[in-house]
């Protein structure tokens, strides 16, 4: 059997010829084929020039040369199967006709790796069927179990603790007196608080005010009977009679206060 490698640069030597001068004779440039065909220069001349050393493994140089002729308008598929590449017996290449008519050449290797890829390919996609996840049916899908929430009732102990009993209102400190007043009509007043005036002025009807002293505390007033005050949070009670000029004073510890009439308004130009 002929050496593999003395059969490859045969017929490359052969297949480059022929190429070579039907490029030639269309006046086409390696350049102009290297951009047709997406194919290195340098390859396509190494392919012309019968150079086997530069160009790659037998299996690729083969497909460059059905490239290389397609480009041409030649039957590449049956160019290229007449390179080898594995040992075989020699035979002449008939040179094509431009258009792929009378071309009855056959290739072979090509078929081995289109097989193998396929092969491939169906092993891949079974393995990928295999192992997919399997969707869980919704039969399969079962409700969780909701736990039953209990409200215990309530312990007599809690019932006690739950409802406290209502803290008393906070009574004014024995340490103050706190006088609370309420205008049922217009009235003139002025409050003193431990020997210092804190209020002069006139109050309208509808008017609640309050004052705190530490010892002492002086309501005066010129209208009595609109004037109500209750001392302590104690009830309210008019100071006097309407039109009635009076002054009481209210003590720390003291419930009843001392109160004395006039029949005179005091100056009401004491400032604000």
């Known amino acids: 059997m002929p050496d593999l490698t003395a059969q490859q640069a045969e017929k490359l030597t ?19 084929l290297a951009a ?13 020039k019968g150079a086997l050393d530069e160009l790659p493994e037998a299996i690729y140089t083969q497909g460059f040369i059905r490239r290389f002729a397609d480009a041409m308008g030649l039957d590449g598929k049956s160019l290229a ?9 020699a035979r002449p290449i ?25 092969v491939v390919v169906a092993a891949v996609a079974g393995l990928a069927y295999l192992f997919r996840p399997q969707p869980q049916s919704i039969t399969d899908i079962r409700p969780a179990p909701t736990p039953e929430v209990t409200n ?12 406290p009993d209502p803290s008393p209102a906070p009574t004014p400190s024995s340490d103050v007196v706190d006088v609370k007043l309420s205008l049922s009509g217009a009235s003139w007043l002025e409050v003193e ?54 002054e009481k004073e209210y003590v720390v510890g003291q419930a009843t206060p001392s109160s004395t009439a006039t029949s005179t308004i005091p100056d009401a130009s004491v400032p604000n």
Do not use: C
């Open 14 to 32: 052969e297949i480059g010829t022929f190429l070579h001068e039907k490029r030639l004779e269309l006046g086409l440039s390696l350049e102009d």
């Open 36 to 48: 047709k065909t997406l194919v290195r220069q340098s390859i396509l001349a190494a392919i012309e």
């Open 81 to 89: 199967a007449h390179f080898p590449t594995m040992a075989e017996s």
């Open 94 to 118: 008939d040179k094509p006709t431009r258009g792929g008519t009378g071309i009855g050449f056959q290739l072979r290797p090509i078929h081995l790796y289109l097989t193998y890829f396929a």
């Open 152 to 163: 215990p009732s309530p312990s007599p102990a809690n019932q006690a603790t739950s409802s």
């Open 193 to 246: 608080a431990d020997g210092e005036v804190v209020y002069v002025g006139i109050l309208e009807a509808g008017t609640e005010r309050s004052w705190q002293a530490k010892e002492r505390l002086i309501v005066r007033t010129g209208n009595a009977g609109d004037v109500k005050v209750s001392v302590n949070n104690g009830p309210a009670t008019p100071m006097g009679a309407v039109g009635e000029v009076t």
